[in-house]
């Protein structure tokens, strides 16, 4: 049974003057999927996700999120998709429940569903009695999970998490992924960007860019089969070494 | 040794790849220097005058030409009423009045004594102060050609009116110039802060994938300082009104109406700085240049835009401050209604359109 496509890209490219950075990069990704977007720095990444998220014109192609379309119908993708940027996106001089309301509001949740929404996560993520504390005192591991708790506070089809587990140690990263996977299970898909390879092989699917392309797009396994490499880490080596573009 | 010399080198490579911080150590002493030293000031020169003659004779004339010739006044224009005078001075066009009374020169040959009013716009007391001494001076040298081999010396007095300021207070020029000074640096400086930190810190990104449309997140973050500013300016008009004796003659309504005007034209000028800048820092370092500084010098309340080289004047029509000031002016101290505050009343609002309208469009752009 086909799935439904949560995000569909076809040609699509983006370019700033002469400088192609995206190089018409075509693929799809499955409703609940946890899908990696791997590639080095400087191989378009972020400019493609950007695309996705609305905010950023593509100079062509097609592409659709969500089932809209990204160049007409860029507001109703917003109110489908959620996002967690790099630097974690929280106010870092206001409470966890104040992050919480303000996130909640602006994706237009109503105010009782705020309420329940506000006093369901405190209690998944065990933060009872912290409510009032400042963002800014809050442990890493705490803030990268509450980031992606309010990324998702809506409930949207998809939600895009660019780098979200940097200068995180490892344990606190596997207890990061654990969040993931439950969001996947409740239909979400995930679209995440990451350097890691290991958390590589914690996705359905990965796609590898290089120099604005999409270079490689299969499962973890069967990757590591065709590049006849134990991890994933070679498989990125093996495809990252051609490319042309220096990082950034 | 060696050690130290090549800390030092660095510290040079670091000053010296500061583009910014350089501009400020060695240009802004020197373009001080000169703007102080040419434009900015406090001497009152081509101040523009009118001259109210009932006597029309030879000894009026004389003394008319010989103010109008000196490179203190211009005469702006010949007026044949109090009427007129007054409404010349609400018109802002003239700071300074000549006023002879009727038979003159007749007055003088006959009782050796004439008088001569001078009325001045003292809503800028040094200005008038400046003003009337210069005319006063004129006049004196008058005096002492006809008083040349002549046995019974002939004295020309001066009466002098100051105008909506009597008593010369500082005070009523100044706190004019603080209310737009005030102003635009909580406005402008705290508004390009507030934009570029949600840049910096991140969190910028997740707010334009959100639903919430541009324009209304720009808006919804000059709300705050609007409020902050009123408190600002109520703050100030007590003040000045209780502790410096400063009256409100105008309308308070107005007052404060053209008060709200001016802060959004601030918020504006901030807004358009945030979406500029990368860095709090830049846009601290934008504000004070282009937006504390110019008020401070080109707003007309520390040194009068009248006397300034042509060039710097044209510049200070830019400065919304400037205008704010008259306003300001023109409402507290001289009590004029809106009939004389229309034009520049109009210019903010001109003004603020364009700053809104570029800031939104740029807003949007950096999305596409």
């Known amino acids: 049974m086909a799935k439904e496509k949560v995000i569909t890209a076809k040609e699509l490219t983006k370019k700033f003057g002469d400088f192609v950075a995206v190089d018409k990069i075509t693929f799809d990704v499955e409703k609940g999927e946890i899908f990696g977007f791997l590639g080095a720095n400087g191989a378009g990444k972020t400019t493609a996700m950007r695309m996705l998220c609305g905010l950023s014109l593509p100079s062509s192609g097609q592409a659709t999120v969500a089932g809209f379309d990204v160049y007409k119908e860029n507001e109703k993708i917003k109110k489908n998709i959620g996002y967690m940027s790099q630097k974690f996106s929280l106010y870092e001089d206001l409470t966890i429940v104040e992050n919480i309301r303000f996130y909640a509001g602006i994706y237009g949740l109503k105010d009782d569903k705020i309420k329940d929404k506000t006093a369901s996560l405190i209690k998944e993520l065990h933060m009872e009695g912290s409510e009032k504390a400042l963002v800014r005192s809050l442990p890493l591991g705490w803030k990268q999970k509450l980031a992606f708790s309010i990324a998702i506070v809506h409930e949207p089809a998809i939600v895009f998490l660019d780098e979200p587990t940097g200068g995180v140690d490892p344990i606190t990263r596997r207890e990061f992924w654990g969040l993931i996977y439950e969001a996947s299970g409740r239909g979400i898909t995930i679209f995440v960007t990451t350097h890691y390879m290991d958390e590589a092989e914690y996705c359905n699917r990965v796609s590898v860019m290089v120099d604005g392309r999409i270079d490689a797009l299969d499962s973890p396994a069967n990757l590591m089969k065709q590049y006849d490499s134990k991890s994933m880490d070679g498989v990125f080596l093996q495809l990252a070494r051609k490319a042309v573009r220096k990082g950034d | ?368």
Not at chain 2, 277 to 298: D, E, H, V
């Open chain 2, 1 to 368: 040794m060696k050690q130290f010399l090549i800390f030092i080198k660095k510290e040079w490579l670091h000053i010296w790849r500061d583009r910014r911080t350089l501009v400020i150590l060695i240009w802004m002493p020197v373009i001080q220097i000169l703007l102080y030293g040419f434009a900015l000031t406090n001497e009152v020169k081509n101040s523009k005058f009118a001259i109210f003659d009932q006597s029309r004779d030879e000894a009026t004339k004389t003394i008319s030409a010989e103010i109008a010739a000196s490179r203190y006044f211009s005469l702006w224009k010949n007026v044949y009423s109090y009427d007129d005078i007054g409404a010349t001075f609400r018109q802002g066009k003239i700071r300074l009045a000549v006023v002879f009374p009727r038979n003159f020169r007749y007055d003088l040959l006959h009782t050796n004594h004439a008088q001569i009013q001078l009325i001045a716009d003292a809503s800028d007391p040094n200005t008038a102060n400046m003003l009337t001494n210069y005319a006063t001076s004129i006049i004196n040298d008058y005096q002492a050609t006809l008083n040349r081999d002549v046995a019974m010396p002939y004295s020309i007095t001066t009466q002098t009116r100051m105008l909506y300021n009597p008593e010369l207070k500082g005070a009523y020029s100044f706190v004019p110039g603080v209310m737009a000074l005030v102003l635009m640096l909580v406005c402008a400086m705290m508004t390009s802060i507030a934009i570029v930190k949600e840049k910096e810190m991140g969190t910028m990104e997740v707010i334009l994938v959100s639903p919430m449309k541009p324009f209304k997140i720009i808006i919804a973050k000059t709300i705050p300082y609007l409020f902050v500013s009123m408190l600002n300016i109520a703050c100030i008009l007590l003040l000045s009104v209780f502790v410096l004796d400063v009256p409100i003659v105008g309308s308070l309504c107005l007052l404060i109406g053209e008060s709200v005007l001016f802060t959004v034209t601030a918020l504006s000028l901030g807004i358009l700085i945030s979406n500029g800048a990368k860095t709090q820092r830049t846009a601290q370092f934008a504000s004070m240049m282009s937006l504390f500084l110019p008020t401070l010098l080109f707003s007309g309340f520390l040194f009068p835009v009248e006397n300034m080289p042509w060039p710097l004047q044209v510049i200070s029509n830019v400065v919304p401050a400037k205008w704010y000031y008259i306003i300001v002016k023109n409402i507290m101290i001289k009590g004029l209604g809106f009939s004389y505050v229309w034009k520049e009343t109009l210019i903010l609002v001109g003004m603020t359109v364009v700053l809104l309208g570029i800031s939104i469009k740029n807003f949007k752009i950096r999305l596409a």
